[in-house]
């Protein structure tokens, strides 16, 4: 069937944030005097809330999960802002998707202020229609509340979306959404991992 919307996550997917988030992670690591994980790990955690992917990470208390997210906010705009990219050929899809009339949303794990911030820097936030994130308080990925939540407001049904991401996490959430799922290989999980999700 023809879609009526797609529902992007955004690091991984949109923009390739790892190496901001990893050399972030390390800096706030080190700055409370904890070890620093290997970099996999680090990166098998991009995509859940902060304080959840920082705790997975360094398997930290929820005490110190919290303090390590308050410190690594503090760090963002020093460390990792500035070496976020754009993956290749990203506006130019979404420029097309848009002449297609394609109506596109970004569902993140990412907080609002973060996510406004880089859409503003690399000038993509005027093609996405919404933004839910971790702001909204909702359950986090892999449950499928965020999804069900745009495509409430959007006014759509689950099969007239497709969820695009690039962890095990979209596409669970979107699965569990009932809705129609696209795992991308080139972001933070692998091709193996993706297909344990079983996106569509």
């Known amino acids: 069937m023809k879609y009526k919307a797609i529902l992007f996550d955004f690091d991984g997917t949109i923009a390739d944030t790892a190496p901001g988030i990893v050399h972030t992670m390390c800096v706030t ?9 290997d970099e996999a790990a ?13 705790q997975q990470a360094n398997h930290l208390s929820d005490a110190d999960a919290a303090l390590a997210a308050d410190t690594y906010r503090q760090f963002f705009k020093s460390c990792e802002a500035g070496l976020i990219t754009l993956f290749p050929q990203v506006k130019e899809a979404l420029q097309q998707l848009r002449e297609m009339g394609m109506r596109m949303a970004i569902v993140t794990s990412r907080n609002v202020e973060s996510l ?14 919404i933004l839910v994130t971790n702001n909204d308080g909702l359950p986090h990925k892999p449950a499928p509340d965020m999804v ?7 006014e759509l049904s689950a099969d007239q979306a497709l969820v695009v991401g690039d962890t095990t996490f979209d596409i ?5 959404a009932k809705g129609h799922t696209c795992a991308v290989t080139y972001g933070n999980h692998t091709r193996p991992m993706l297909l344990t999700a079983q996106p569509t």
């Open 29 to 37: 690591f080190a700055h409370l005097g904890m070890p620093i994980p």
């Open 42 to 54: 680090m990166r098998a955690t991009i995509g859940l809330p902060l304080s959840k992917a920082l």
């Open 116 to 129: 406004q911030l880089v859409l503003a820097t690399h000038h993509i936030a005027d093609y996405f229609e």
């Open 148 to 154: 069900l939540h745009l495509l409430n407001r959007m």
């Open 172 to 176: 669970l959430m979107g699965n569990g």
